[in-house]
């Protein structure tokens, strides 16, 4: 795979992965956060599991600390991140709630630090300081409902429960370079694992906080319900997760962090199509400015010899 064209991919995926924002808050309209979560993550866990036992068996033969991966896995990357990110989706835009998402390149830059000892140079500095400078208009940014939920002056509960689903997803792919790369399990095994145990612990905690008579879904809503979660499962569970699991063997999840930060772009584009939000001059002057950052830290990774220009990074 060239260069050219793995990147033109990872900006394909993001495109496709940008989208379930919109989705997302569609498909809330009929059913709690941590419900909805459970309700995704199972739907995926049990296609990709199935297709394994048709397809890979051995796939399945795992040691206890594999498996000990697949829950501490599930925990940051399925369960903890959609709870809170389709709490703040209730109450932000798509693609406000996006582009928060795209704070993952520097929580990603420190845990490859200290997990994959990937030096940070003064290039990746000021690609990382310059990404920040123009992240936080968006961030100041409140309206409608979001206002009513004001943590600080500066910031809401909403937009601060977005910066911890991307502080989550960001420690769980992490976690799933090391399983992917170290453990030798296979990037669909770990996913599909992960969300099926992710799912239950949502279903468990849906149980605790959420109404269930007979399910926490609004009364005659179960046909659309179903409808967006499984577009959201397909779309985003089989598609985007495992491509991203591949990517991982090419790139440094620093750079794919990084290359998130054009995902504003789609989702104001999909919350234009499908929500009717109308799209913020802010976000694409913020998101051309963090695109320079973007550029400045993946030219730092190559000259580091972090991502191959010919040849893809193979799993130890």
């Keep these: 795979m060239i260069l050219p064209m793995a990147i033109s991919i990872v900006i394909l995926m993001y495109a496709l992965w940008s989208s379930m924002f919109s989705f997302a808050k569609i498909a809330l309209e009929y059913s709690p956060p941590i419900f909805l979560t459970g309700a995704r993550m199972a739907i995926a866990g049990v296609i990709i599991l199935a297709y394994l036992v048709i397809a890979k068996r051995s796939a399945f033969k795992l040691r206890p600390l594999q498996w000990a991966s697949m829950i501490l896995l599930a925990f940051f990357s399925i369960y903890l991140t959609n709870i809170l990110e389709f709490w703040a989706l209730q109450h932000l835009t798509a693609a406000k709630a996006c582009f928060i998402y795209s704070l993952s390149p520097f929580f990603a830059a420190f845990f490859s ?36 939920l004001s943590a600080f002056s500066f910031m809401s509960w909403p937009s601060l429960a977005m910066v911890g689903a991307a502080l989550a997803s960001v420690y769980g792919w992490v976690i799933l370079r090391l399983v992917v790369k170290d453990n030798q ?10 969300m099926l145990i992710g799912s239950a612990m949502a279903f468990g905690h849906s149980l605790l906080v959420e109404h269930w008579s007979p399910t926490p879904m609004m009364t ?17 569970n089989i598609i985007c997760y495992n491509l991203y699991g591949m ?33 913020s001059p802010l976000i694409f002057l913020s998101t051309a400015i963090v695109s320079l950052g973007l550029w400045i830290v993946y030219s730092a990774e ?15």
């Design 113 to 148: 630090y200290l997990h994959f000892k990937e030096k940070m140079n003064s290039r990746k500095w000021i690609g990382l300081s310059l990404g920040l400078l123009g992240m936080i208009p968006v961030l100041t940014l409140q309206t409608g409902e979001e206002g009513l």
């Design 247 to 279: 990517l991982l063997k090419r790139f440094t999840a620093t750079f794919l962090s990084f290359m998130g930060l054009l995902s504003p772009v789609f989702a104001s584009l999909h919350g234009w199509i499908f929500l009717g939000e109308t799209p």
């Design 220 to 236: 005659g809503t179960i046909v659309p319900f179903m409808g967006w979660t499984l577009l959201m499962a397909f779309v985003s």
């Design 302 to 316: 190559l000259k580091q010899g972090y991502v191959s220009p010919t040849q893809p990074k193979t799993a130890n």
């Design 185 to 194: 399990v296979s990037p669909l095994m770990a996913n599909g694992s992960s």
